[in-house]
């Protein structure tokens, strides 16, 4: 075994025409390393394969033992999009079974507004969108997504309609709380 005093830390991003590697030294943070390889969308493994690729070349292309690293980073825009639409939509219409089997305790149920009062009358409703909040935030938790299961409502529309389907997909990004 040499001496591998040197540490370094590598990071990984899967873009999706590039996949990069990098590689910094741990104690001063200065890049001792870089490797792109084109993202290996049609890859029998994968964008695995690239990813594999580009972290190998770097090791070599820059004389780095695989001894010497400590930390790896894999980032990817590739892995927000790769999600089940099903697991989704699955998460979404359990948690509206939940709610149709607790319908007078469940908060998206049971809350109500008043929405007129004459003297004694006074008309209620439940808020029905609370009930798709609360299935969207559950298959949010569910299937651990980074981003607001309400933009698929953009993308669903989109085969109808590009242009309802880009303005309703700008105004939540608009909103910002759409993707958090
Ligand atoms: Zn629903």
Redesign the pocket.
């Known amino acids: 075994m040499g001496d591998f005093s040197r540490k370094v830390r590598m990071g990984i991003d899967v873009g999706g025409t590039y996949t990069k590697c990098i590689a910094i030294d741990n104690a001063t943070h200065e890049i001792i390393g870089k490797n792109e390889v084109k993202t290996t969308h049609d890859a029998k493994e994968g964008v695995a394969l690239g990813v594999v690729q580009s972290f190998k070349s770097c090791l070599t292309d820059c004389g780095i033992a695989p001894e010497e690293v400590v930390f790896v980073a894999h980032s990817t825009t590739q892995a927000t999009l790769a999600f089940s639409i099903s697991d989704i939509v699955i998460a979404?219409?359990i948690f509206?079974a939940v709610e149709n089997e607790h319908e007078d305790e469940i908060w998206t149920r049971a809350y109500n507004r008043t929405l007129w009062r004459v003297g004694r009358f006074h008309y209620k409703s439940h808020i029905a969108c609370l009930?798709?909040i609360g299935?969207m935030a559950f298959a949010k938790r569910l299937n651990n997504l980074t981003w607001c299961p309400f933009l698929l409502d953009a993308l669903l529309i989109y085969g109808y309609s590009k242009q309802s389907a880009s303005s309703l997909y700008k105004s939540m990004i608009h909103r910002g709380d759409a993707i958090n």
């Open positions: 979404h219409e509206h009930s798709e299935a």
